[in-house]
Structures are given as C-alpha cells and as structure tokens.
C-alpha cells in the first residue's frame, strides 16, 4: 500500500520532486510528513494518498512554505480548569452545537440519558451550519455505497417530518439541472432511460440514481415554463423534486431548543481543552468551564474533528478546510426563481471542485449564489475574496443574466470540514472506549443530519448496550409568531394580545419587537446581536442592520440586564461598543 | 381593525415630511397624518447635532435638530394629526395605507392623496464589495452618529473612514471631539465627495489626513475587527499591488453613499427613474400615480436639508391642489431631460398648465467642471443661460426657469452644462 502510495504521489508532475514520507499503520491509517510550496500540494497530496485502494483515512501533516499554522498549548488552561474544580457528571458528552451535535443532542433526548452539549461559541449553529446554501439535497450527486450517499437519502426523506415536528419553514420546490448542450441531453436521457427499465442497477455509477425518488425529465418548453427568467434557450432540464430548502440555522436552533425542552443541557462559551480517557475508556472532557465526567462522548466538533480526536490520543483522519462563499441577493427579487437551478455540464464547477453551485432561493424568498469551494490553510478563516465573489457571480450569471451584482446585499463564508476520504466519519473510536466520531461531515450533510443522528443514537446503543425510551419524549417544538407572514387581521389581533407585537424594530424584514423578546427569551437564549438576527431576521435586509442594529443593542441590554458596552456582535470580544461616553476621561481615556 | 379617512397622508416625517404636512395644511387642507416610524419627529437631523443647517431657510447656522425644531413646533400649531412609532407595512394603488404601532394596532388608512417622504438609507460593507472577514467594528456612518449623539457611546478607540462624503467629514470631526482617533479619510475617487466647507472645517481643522484615490481593501479579524488593509487605485478603482497597507484599528465607519428608501414606492408600482433611483415627478412632485406625491431624499438625494425642504412644500401644495381639483392631468406632461455632462435631473416631468411662475431644476454634472455655462433648451432653443466659477458632482445645482420660456406646445426641456 506505501508503494503505492508512494507512487501515486511520484507520478504528479506538480508533486514528484519533493521529498515526502509516507508511513502506513497496522490499521490502514496513512501519515504524510515533509514540506511543499503551496497549500493545494499539501491537499493534492492527501487526496492522492486516500484514493489508493484500501486506505482507511489520511493524516495529512505536510506543511506549505511560509504557511504557519500555530499549534495551541493548552496544557496551562487544562490544569487551570482541573483545579478550578467545577466538575458535573453526565451519561453523554457532545462535543459542537452545529446542526450535527444538536441533531444528536435531539435524538438522544428521545432516551432516558443525560446528555449535555458543549459549544465553544456563544450560540448554536455559529459555524459551517450557518453559512451554507440550505439546501436539503436530493441524494444524486453522492457516490454510491458511502456513507454520504446512504445518509443523504434517508435524511432528506426524514425532513418533511421533522420540519412538522419541530415548526420549521422547509419548501420542496425540487432543483433543476438546466441542459443547453445536446451532448449532455443524451447523457440525460440516457439516464433516463437506465431508470425507467431498471438497466441503472448494473451499472455501478448508476446505483444512486436508481434510488433517489422523483426524478423528472423536463423539455426545454417545460423548463421555460417552470423558470421564465433562465438564459437562453434551454433544451431540456433534470428536475430532482425531493431537493428541498430550509434556513439551516433554524433547523439547528429548533433541534438545540426541542432538545432542550426535553432535558438536554447546552453549554455555551465552553471550549473543550482537553478529552479524559482512562484505562482506555473516555471518562469526559475538560472545557474552560470545568470538568465534565460522562461515559460516552460525542466528538461532533466540525473543522475540529480532528484536534479533539488527537485529544483523545485517537488521530487517524486529518481536516482540510474548505471554505465556501456565498453571497444573497435582496428579497425584492422574490419568486424571481422558483427552484434551486444549475447548469448541467457547466465549465465553472469542474474547476472549482464543488458539487456545481449555482442559483439557489432561500424559504424565505432571497436568491442565493454560491457557494465556491477553496481549500484554504486555517480553519477560522473565513473571509470571502474578490476572486470568490467573481466565481459566486458567474455561477448566478449562468443562470441567469438579469440579476446585477449591485443587488447583492451580503456575502459570507463558511468552513467545511471535509476529510481526505472526502465521506463521513461515524463510527465508534477503535482505540478509546466510549468515543464517537461524527467527522468530516460537509455537504451534503445539513441535508443527512437526521439520518446521522439516528446512527449515532444506534452507536449509543451498542456503546451501552441498550438504551430506555424516554416516556416523556415531547417531539414538538410549539411554533412562535412570525408577524411578517399574517394577513393583516392576525397581526392586528397578535398587537392587541400583546403590543411589543407592534413594535417593528427592523424595517427591512418587518420584524416586532415582541418576536426578538421571543427569541432572547427562549430555551436556547440569544445573547448577541447575531444570535437575535438567526432567530428573527433583524439585521439580515438591505440596510444590514444600519437601523435595528442600535435597536436590538438596547434590547439585548435591557434584557439581560447587561450594559450596552457588554452586549457583543458574535460572541467573545465582539464588543459594539468601546465606551460610554459620558464618562470621564481617565489618563486620556474613557473609562469603558 | 381601526379604519380612518384622511385627506393627505405624509409618510415620514423627517425634514421632507415635515414641510410638505405643514403645506398642505397651510393650502387648506383639513386633515393631514404624518406616519413616522421613530419616537419623535425630524428624522435623521435629530442625530445632527452639527450646525450649518438651514443658511437658505433661515439666513442662520442652525444644529439639525434645531433646524427640525422649527418645523416641528409648527406641526403642532397646525394642528397636524401626527403618529409615532408607526410602521406603514403597505399602499395599496386605490390610496389606502396599511400601517401600525403599539397603540393602534393595525390601520387601515384611506387617503386623498399620499406623500411618501421616507429618506434614504446608507450603502452597506456588502455594497461596495470590501472583502475578508465579518468582525465588529464595521459600522456606517450614520450608525456611528446615532450611537455617538443619541445614545453617548463611544463604537471603538481608533477608527478609519471610508468614504469623504458630508457624513464622513462629519463624523471624523466628531470622532475626533469624543476622543476617538481617526486614522485617515479614505477616498476611492480621485476628488473628494463633501462639500468643499466640510473637508475644511471636519478634517484640515482638526489635521486628520484624507487620501484620495485610496480605498479600503481587507477587514481583518474574525470576531473583533483587528485592522483593514488599504490600497491605491488606479484609473478603474482597482487595487494598485505593492501599495496596500495595513492599519490597525478596531472601527470601520463607512460613509460609502445614500441610496432613496423606495420600498413602498417600488410595491406600489410607481414609475423609476433609474438614474435618481427615485420616483419620476412632475412639477409638483407627483409620481406617475395620480395623488401620490413623492418628496426630499425619496426623490434623489439631495446634499441640504434646504432643498429637501422646499420639495417637501411643493410636494405638499400639489397634494392640496389636487384634491382640490386644481391640478390638470388630462394634458401630456413635457419631458425634462439631462444634457451634456449632467448625470440627472429631478423633475423629470412638467405640465406647463399646473405650474406656478417658475420651476425649480434640480441636477447635477458627472464631473467637476471649472467656469462652467448651464443652459436650459426648449425643444433645442435656448431659453436660459447662467455662469458658474465651478461645477462638482457632490454639490447639487439648482436653476429655476421662468415658466413663460417654456411656449405650451414644447415637447421637452433639456438641461446641459458646458466648460465656457
């Protein structure tokens, strides 16, 4: 396998002159050391090494010239926390409140377990699980017999009911594959042709088509019909019906909320330094906020997979980064587009190394473009560059060519913690009891989250070998007034019940003072500027919170009985606002 | 839900508002609502505790607020029906306004005649595209000055502006005053964006440097702001290698541009002006719906409060002779138009037959021009000229044209301005 390996690596031109060591374990576990030029070798290299036939995963720890990524000790504030004292006991540990950990915190409510969710960040859903395109992904596009391609299925399908369960928006308006090219035409049909007759089951790149429901074949006039406002001529379409859209960040908050509701306890602004184990079991984590001892935990940690797993002396996997852009186009364009739309066979997402992007629409109605995917060194970097944003405009371009950049209103990025296997990692930990990996979970899985939870909730089982139904398992998450979306008469009586009802904050989305009241007063409390817009939409318009920003400040003071000066945009030292200025000054200063 | 007759709603009522209720009352008008969102009226000169407001008006240097005052005390004396903390969520074309607060609940409004007079709102970080990450720290202008002179609070220690319009100069001197230090006044054009009195006053005064041609490349940071990058740029505004700097600092205000809040214009489907990115008006300041009368920053943004003023009293007198039936719409309307080297002009639309003596042009050129002849064509023949020592785009033009110079059969009146 090294030799291969080996070889592999030494048949790239762009690789073949640099001196890499390639070392493979008992366990199949590939580890590269040495040094190269440039970020993608380092990852060229990885994915090189995790394609060799029977390669369990790749710990990729070759570095880029002039690229220093700085490795934290945390040996000081790991002996801080032990000595501060603060210990809880628990049955499970999960490591993350992105979708992924608060879907499992989620399922395992339905359990007699005391579960407590450890989150790093002031608030649920801060990372990847807020800067993606939402989409719920039909299953098509993943490589048959992964796990991806099996969990994708299961989760989409999962969704409708849980979107019931938990009152959040979920729409199925499908994703069109637009074809202009007859080349692609043909392959499209023929496709078409593998399905119908069942010839697709014999042909192994096939297989996943096979069993993704509703997939339809349009004509180019069916298509012209269903999106009047595509560029030019289109000659046919692949309309995957089951695709469907969600804000992900409120499908996180409503799992981390109905969670809550049923015993799990979420902790905030508490990173985990360190993982315990003892006589090869895990016995816990140590986070900045104390010990917290527990028979199972849950490594759901995103980009961080990998850190907590060499925590826990159990390193096989590195992650790559891979950042995502996205930019939003203002909610004036409205129905402008009614299903997510691509272009089958488009030169721009071959480059890029994406699933193909494109034009998307969010439930609530802002077109969405993007997202790009680079590979990029750090994992909180997530700054978005010209270069993305022209990418991000040619792929909206493509689609369509009547929607102008100036109405962007925003663009972010998000981390995706993708592995070199480039599948998800669920599994129990080979080497420490009581340890499971929830890792490299990237596209698609917002749209597999369920279904990885469920396996989780089944790893559990076999971990403890049985769990208890718990009784009193409330699936519901009771729904909270939406003012923007009541005729008239409902908001008039939603005001006359109670006047914060009356009182819009932010302008551009149309939301009340009494729905940002409910959201920092809900089980999973927004405390920052940030947190309130996720729950609400204060601040996601035109004016990007140039009105409501100073508004919601006030609130969020008032509140949590908190000074302005305290109240923070993301969390951490995000402080708004430096100083009050009607105090002295103080050696030339203000005091804050 | 509460229902109500008036004869003339004004939504917003900042300066533009103001003046127009004050109007339509004075014509005669009997019932006159002022919607406005925020606790008091005066809109964005409540934060303007700066003087140089009102030099036309009133011949003095008032504060904003004390400009607003004025006005204000006079709304009260009228006896204008006046509802704060009021939303309007919709107008539908039959003239009917839905809007509401606390109080009320949910309104439905049915009026004689509509202004819409809802301000402007400012360009974003998104909008002019200034890349890396999204900490705090990043604040527009207009946001820096509410927390500043409404609330007393200070957003940061160091700061760097981006953008030398009015509001820019405005606030690097108020920074300044409050003891937050101000790095530098970056300018992507090559000529400043103020009015030449501000770039003396706000920064030579105060010895706060401003680069031209110099523009905000990077926000560094990934929760607080730890800095921006800076860059020259050449002829197409594109980042010139080799000249980008790095500066730390833990506030970026940006003073990037104004852009007419026409939200409710647009759902109510009134005719654009893609240039203005407000309503087509007339002379009165009609849009192209019949009794919807559109005035102040709505329109265009304008760059003094002075002539967001006396829109706002056209706009109030049409709305009074039109329901009073003195307005003629049966006659086509003659088009205005912007000339050589004007970028737009505002009326777009006049009907000689509902005009008063004279009408004000309002327009201004695409770049500065030295020794300048504005001239105003009838159908291609001159019917005014006027020189100026000097013509810059920040500062809005004005020239009035005497209404027996347009015969009634013209079709259009064009408005040009050249170098002589």
């Not at chain 1, 790991?78 to 608060?102: L, P, R, Y």
């Not at chain 1, 689609?399 to 925003?410: D, K």
Request: net charge neutral; proline share 4%; aromatic share 4%.
């Amino acid at each position: 396998m090294k030799k291969k390996i080996i070889q592999a690596i030494q048949e790239n031109e762009s690789l073949s002159a640099y001196k890499i060591e390639v070392s493979v374990s008992s366990d199949r576990i590939v580890t590269l050391i040495g040094e190269v030029d440039d970020w993608q070798q380092v990852v060229d290299c990885g994915h090189l090494s995790a394609k060799v036939k029977g390669v369990r995963n790749v710990v990729n720890d070759l570095t880029a010239k002039g690229i220093v990524i700085p490795k934290r000790d945390r040996s000081e504030e790991i002996q801080q926390a032990i000595a501060n004292g603060k210990e809880t006991a628990c049955d499970i540990v999960v490591i993350g409140a992105g979708v992924i950990g608060c879907a499992i915190a989620r399922e395992l409510a339905k359990y007699q377990v005391k579960t407590i969710v450890v989150e790093k960040n002031s608030d649920v859903a801060e990372e990847a699980t807020k800067a993606n395109n939402g989409n719920i992904h039909p299953g098509v596009l993943a490589k048959p017999g992964t796990l991806k391609a099996e969990l994708n299925l299961k989760g989409n399908e999962m969704y409708t009911q849980l979107s019931k369960e938990l009152n959040f928006e979920l729409q199925r308006p499908g994703s069109l594959n637009v074809i202009y090219k007859k080349s692609e035409w043909r392959k499209m049909k023929a496709i078409q042709v593998m399905k119908k007759t069942g010839l697709g089951h014999l042909v192994p790149p096939m297989r996943q088509v096979m069993k993704v429901p509703g997939l339809k074949w349009l004509t180019g006039e069916e298509v012209k019909q269903m999106e009047p406002h595509l560029k030019g001529d289109p000659i046919g379409g692949f309309w995957m019906t089951t695709m469907g859209l969600v804000e992900p960040y409120e499908v996180c908050i409503a799992m981390a909320e109905n969670a809550v509701e049923n015993g799990t306890e979420f902790r905030l602004n508490a990173e985990v330094l360190d993982v315990l184990v003892e006589n090869g079991r895990t016995a816990g984590v140590v986070t900045n906020q104390g010990v917290i001892r527990s028979e199972i935990v849950i490594n759901a940690a995103g980009v961080y997979t990998d850190t907590i797993a060499e925590m826990a002396n159990d390193r096989f996997f590195t992650i790559h980064p891979r950042r995502g852009a996205i930019a939003i186009i203002d909610k004036s364009r409205k129905g402008f587009l009614k299903t997510p739309a691509g272009i089958r066979g488009g030169k721009e997402a071959k480059k890029n190394n994406t699933k193909g992007g494109g034009a998307s629409v969010t439930p609530e109605g802002n077109l969405l473009w993007g997202p790009t995917a680079v590979e990029i060194p750090w994992k909180e970097d997530k700054s978005v560059e010209a270069s993305d944003l022209d990418y991000i405009t040619k792929l909206g371009m493509s689609v369509t060519n009547e929607i102008q950049r100036s109405e962007i209103i925003t663009f972010f990025a998000g981390i995706r913690a993708a592995d070199y296997m480039e599948d998800f990692i669920i599994e129990r930990s080979r080497k420490v009891g009581g340890l499971i990996h929830v890792a490299g979970i990237q596209s698609p899985g917002l749209a597999s989250a369920p279904a990885i939870a469920e396996m989780v909730a089944g790893l559990v089982n076999e971990e403890r070998g049985g769990l208890l139904e718990n009784p009193n398992f409330n699936p519901i998450r009771e729904p909270k007034p939406q003012f923007r979306h009541l005729s008239h008469e409902a908001q008039d009586n939603l005001i006359q019940k109670n006047a914060k009802y009356g009182n819009i904050i932010c302008r551009c989305e149309l939301i009340t003072e009494g729905e940002i009241l409910d959201a920092i007063h809900s089980t999973i409390p927004a405390t920052t500027i940030d947190a309130v817009k996720r729950r609400t939409r204060s601040g996601m318009g035109r004016c990007q919170g140039g009105f409501c920003g100073p508004r919601v400040l006030e609130i969020l003071a008032r509140e949590l009985e908190k000074e302005p000066t305290e109240v923070t945009l993301k969390g951490n030292e995000s402080y708004i606002l430096k100083a009050d200025s009607r105090q002295p000054i103080v050696a030339g200063r203000r005091k804050p | 839900m509460k229902e109500l007759n008036v004869d003339v709603a004004v939504i917003g009522g900042g300066p533009a508002g103001l003046a127009a209720a004050i109007e339509a009352k004075e014509q005669g008008v009997d019932h006159v609502v002022i919607l406005e969102r925020d606790v008091e009226l005066g809109g964005i000169l409540q934060q303007c505790i700066h003087d140089g407001f009102g030099l036309h008006r009133f011949g003095k240097r008032l504060s904003g607020c004390g400009y607003a005052h004025h006005f204000i005390e006079s709304v009260a004396e009228k006896a204008i029906d006046v509802k704060l903390k009021t939303i309007v969520l919709e107008i539908t074309d039959e003239k009917i306004i839905y809007a509401m607060n606390e109080v009320d609940g949910m309104m439905k409004i049915t009026c004689g005649a509509i202004v819409l007079a809802m301000g402007c709102r400012e360009r974003t970080r998104s909008q002019v595209f200034i890349w890396g990450t999204r900490p705090s720290g990043v604040l527009t202008a207009g946001t820096v000055q509410r927390y500043i002179n409404m609330e007393g609070y200070l957003p940061g220690e160091k700061a760097v502006i981006l953008g030398s319009g009015d509001i820019g100069l405005i606030m690097a001197r108020r920074m300044t005053l409050e003891g937050i230090e101000v790095e530098g006044v970056y300018e992507v054009m090559k000529t400043p964006g103020g009015l030449t009195r501000n770039i003396s006053q706000c920064l030579k005064d105060f010895q706060i440097p401003m680069h031209l041609a110099t523009t905000v490349v990077r926000i560094h940071g990934n929760k607080k702001m730890e800095g921006v990058t800076v860059a020259q740029v050449d002829e197409k505004r594109q980042p010139i290698q080799g000249t980008e700097r790095f500066i730390p600092c833990d506030l970026l205000v940006l003073a990037v541009g104004l852009i007419p809040e026409n939200e409710l214009s647009r759902q109510l489907e009134v005719e654009m002006d893609p240039r203005t990115k407000g309503p087509i008006v007339d002379e009165h300041f009609m849009t192209s719906i019949p009794g919807v009368f559109a005035a102040g920053n709505v329109v265009t943004v304008f760059d003094l409060v002075d002539y967001v003023s006396l829109t706002g009293e056209i706009a109030g007198r049409g709305a009074a002779k039109f329901l009073q039936g003195k307005l003629n719409l049966d006659l086509p309307a003659k088009d205005v138009l912007p000339g050589d080297a004007v970028n737009f002009v505002v009326p777009q639309r006049i009907r000689t037959v509902n005009a008063e003596d004279s009408i004000p042009i309002y327009f201004r050129v695409k770049e500065e021009m030295r020794k300048v002849e504005v001239t105003a064509t009838v159908d291609g023949e001159v019917c005014m000229r006027k020189k100026h020592p000097i013509a810059l785009p920040p500062e809005m033009m004005v020239e009035t044209i005497q209404l027996e110079k347009i015969h009634e059969d013209a079709r259009e009146l064009r408005v040009s301005v050249k170098v002589g």
